[in-house]
């Protein structure tokens, strides 16, 4: 039972236009939302957050979009640039002690020059 | 080190064979995490480690699975008997923990474990 779903394994965007990776969720106990990125042969590495208080994050380049009665989750890259190719992971916590994130199966993308 | 350490990077074994996987969190990392990654899929978690609290091992897929952390510090996650449903990328991380619940946790670049 996949609790975070990332239905899109991969998008494809020209280098300067929007990406938008989508995330929904079935659990509303989660109270906080993150993603990570991954490039090939490492680890992946915290992108951005978002506290189920807040509909909107937003850091430089990147935003999250958070609509909890949806329980959807966006990520919005702009503009994008060819270094953001990469796994995105959707993750989400439920509150409480500790932080064991339930992530989604990420989605791949490219960014075309 | 400036980062999570794991070693091997890469590991290759015959089914049945045990096998152990290290993780050297962040120094002063009180919080580490063991994940995989199967092909294809998200990653799942494993066990969770906080100071000398009980470790949270209600991620581990059987009584094959088990992991320690020796004084507050490295990880090993031991296999036994392993079966090629096991192979997958087998990440660790580790967070400060100062007392906030939302902390980051910090990857490292995993074990790929495949099993023939």
């Known amino acids: 039972d996949q609790q975070v779903k990332q239905n899109s394994p991969s998008l494809s965007v020209q280098e300067g236009r929007i990406s938008i990776l989508n995330c929904d969720y079935t659990?509303?106990?989660?109270?906080?939302f993150l993603w990570y990125k991954k490039y090939p042969a490492e680890g992946p590495t915290f992108l951005i957050s978002?506290?189920?208080?807040?509909d909107k994050n937003e850091d430089g380049r990147f935003t999250v979009f958070l609509n909890k009665s949806a329980k959807h989750l966006s990520l919005h890259i702009v503009p994008s640039q060819p270094g953001d190719s990469a796994v995105y992971f959707c993750a989400a916590k439920e509150g409480g002690y500790g932080n064991k994130l339930v992530f989604g199966a990420g989605t791949i993308l490219r960014v075309k020059s | 080190g400036a980062g999570v350490s794991q070693s091997p990077s890469n590991k290759v074994t015959e089914k049945g064979k045990d096998v152990e996987l290290r993780c050297d969190p962040i120094s002063g990392h009180t919080a580490l995490y063991w994940y995989r990654q199967s092909l294809g899929q998200g990653l799942e978690f494993l066990i969770y480690f906080q100071g000398n609290s009980a470790p949270d091992k209600s991620g581990l897929p059987s009584d094959r699975f088990s992991a320690e952390r020796t004084g507050g510090s490295v990880s090993t996650l031991t296999i036994q008997r392993t079966q090629q449903e096991d192979s997958a990328v087998y990440l660790c991380?580790?967070?400060?923990?100062?007392?906030?619940?939302?902390?980051?946790?910090?990857f490292g670049s995993g074990t790929q474990l495949s099993v023939l």
């Open positions: 978002i506290s189920s208080i807040k």
């Open positions: 659990n509303s106990m989660f109270d906080y």
């Open positions: 991380a580790s967070s400060p923990n100062t007392g906030g619940v939302r902390e980051k946790l910090f």
